[in-house]
C-alpha cells in the first residue's frame, strides 16, 4: 500500500508538520522531514487537519514504519469479534480486526479464511495460547 492512497489502513494523518508558504487561494507547501523527501511538499486545503494540540492524535511515521518506497505494513493485534453471515448456500465468516497504530473504533471486518492463512497467530486455540503464555512467562 502506497503512502497517500485511499484504503481502510492507510494512515487518517500524519504529522504535525509546518506550513512553510501558502500557493495559491488552495494549496500549501509543508515542511516535511527528511524521510518524506520523496513526497510532494505542496498539498490541497482538503488533504490538511488543523493541528488540534492533542498528542494522541498524532502518529510519527517512525512507529507507522514508512519504507523507503513509501509504502508500510499494517500489523493486526487482536481479533475483538466474530460474525457468520448466512447466504443462500454457503456461510461466510468474518472477523473485527483491530490494527497496530488504529484506534478500535477503526477496527476492521475481515474473511475469517483469509486472515487465518495470513496471521495464524490471532486464531491460537485457548489451550495451545495458555501453553504459549505460560512458556513465554518461563521464559521471562
Not at 487561494?25 to 488533504?47: D, G, K, R, T
Not at 457468520?84 to 478500535?104: D, G, I, M, P, Y
Request: net charge positive; with cysteine.
Amino acid at each position: 500500500m502506497r503512502f497517500g492512497k485511499k484504503g481502510k489502513l492507510s494512515p487518517r494523518y500524519i504529522g504535525p508538520y509546518r506550513i512553510s508558504k501558502r500557493i495559491g487561494n488552495v494549496a500549501y507547501e509543508l515542511e516535511l522531514p527528511q524521510e518524506l523527501v520523496a513526497v510532494h511538499s505542496v498539498f490541497h486545503i482538503s488533504m490538511l487537519k488543523k493541528c488540534m494540540g492533542d498528542p494522541s492524535l498524532i502518529i510519527p511515521t517512525e512507529s507507522i514504519g514508512i519504507k523507503n518506497n513509501l509504502s508500510y505494513e499494517e500489523i493486526p493485534v487482536q481479533i475483538l469479534d466474530r460474525q457468520v453471515h448466512k447466504l443462500r448456500t454457503k456461510e461466510v465468516a468474518s472477523v473485527k480486526v483491530l490494527w497496530r497504530n488504529q484506534f478500535v473504533e477503526e477496527a476492521t471486518w475481515e474473511a475469517e479464511e483469509d486472515m487465518k492463512k495470513r496471521y495464524p497467530h490471532l486464531f491460537e486455540s485457548g489451550e495451545n495460547a495458555d501453553q504459549s503464555t505460560n512458556s513465554l512467562l518461563s521464559t521471562l
